[in-house]
């Protein structure tokens, strides 16, 4: 069965600070793994998707994940965080031989501290 | 290029009413997924169809059922409301089975449900 944990369900930094939101997944099959942004009253906006190419994806806005088999771990980073990023973040994952199902963690909200 | 649009944005019902959700999926899309975010959760998938037929369901019971047609648009219709119906219902599109391999899903803005 495929899973995902985001660990801190409430993250805030400073304005200019790194960013990190954490995401661990479980799954028995090679997966793929997503990162999606929701603003107040909004559906959800891609912000990157590794699929079994490069290990660390670069995605819009200045995010990046690095994707880490050996801790089945798929973090979002920012090296430097802006007002306009405050929003709900959700990972999620999909296999190959599920891929029509996506599996959300229960998002991290970021607060960004000017 | 038409994005995802969902209808109605806001709706109220009463315990043990029927809705129709509606969605309209983004140009050249030919697969729909639907799913629900209850408050201060992640999205649950319900399920998909892909190419007018179910291709997928997640763990909700059979009074939640939908249509796709053939301009790819599609319908959720959830029977005899329950409280716990009250969330945000996503529609998403996507391009081939499975979304995994070809891409993201893409979604709407959602239809905020109500059950009093």
């Known amino acids: 069965a495929q899973s995902v944990t985001q660990l801190g369900s409430h993250v805030s930094v400073s304005e200019g600070a790194l960013v990190l939101l954490r995401c661990n997944y479980s799954?028995?099959?090679?997966?793929?793994l997503f990162w999606y942004v929701q603003y107040p009253n909004q559906g959800l906006q891609l912000l990157l998707k590794?699929?079994?190419?490069?290990?660390l994806v670069k995605g819009i806005n200045g995010f990046e994940a690095e994707f880490k088999k050996s801790e089945t771990s798929f973090h979002l980073t920012k090296p430097s965080a802006h007002m306009s990023d405050a929003a709900e973040y959700f990972c999620?994952?999909?296999?190959?031989?599920?891929?029509?199902?996506?599996?959300f963690g229960t998002g991290t909200s970021l607060t960004v501290i000017p | 290029e038409t994005g995802v649009t969902q209808s109605p944005t806001h709706l109220i019902k009463t315990r043990g009413q029927q809705v129709t959700l509606r969605c309209s999926s983004q140009?050249?899309?030919?697969?729909v997924s639907w799913y629900q975010q209850a408050l201060g959760q992640g999205p649950q998938f319900i399920f998909q169809?892909?190419?007018?037929?179910?291709?997928g369901r997640g763990n909700f019971p059979p009074r939640f059922s939908g249509l796709q047609f053939p301009n790819y648009s599609s319908e959720l219709n959830v029977n005899a409301l329950e409280l716990d119906d009250s969330a945000l219902y996503l529609c998403?599109?996507?391009?081939?089975?499975?979304?995994?391999?070809?891409?993201?899903?893409?979604f709407g803005e959602g239809s905020r449900l109500t059950v009093l």
């Open positions: 169809y892909y190419r007018e037929e179910e291709n």
């Open positions: 999620a994952v999909a296999v190959s031989n599920t891929g029509n199902q996506f599996y």
């Open positions: 998403a599109s996507s391009l081939g089975q499975p979304p995994g391999l070809s891409g993201e899903l893409f």
């Open positions: 590794y699929t079994s190419a490069a290990t």
């Open positions: 799954s028995s099959v090679p997966p793929y």
């Open positions: 140009s050249g899309h030919n697969t």
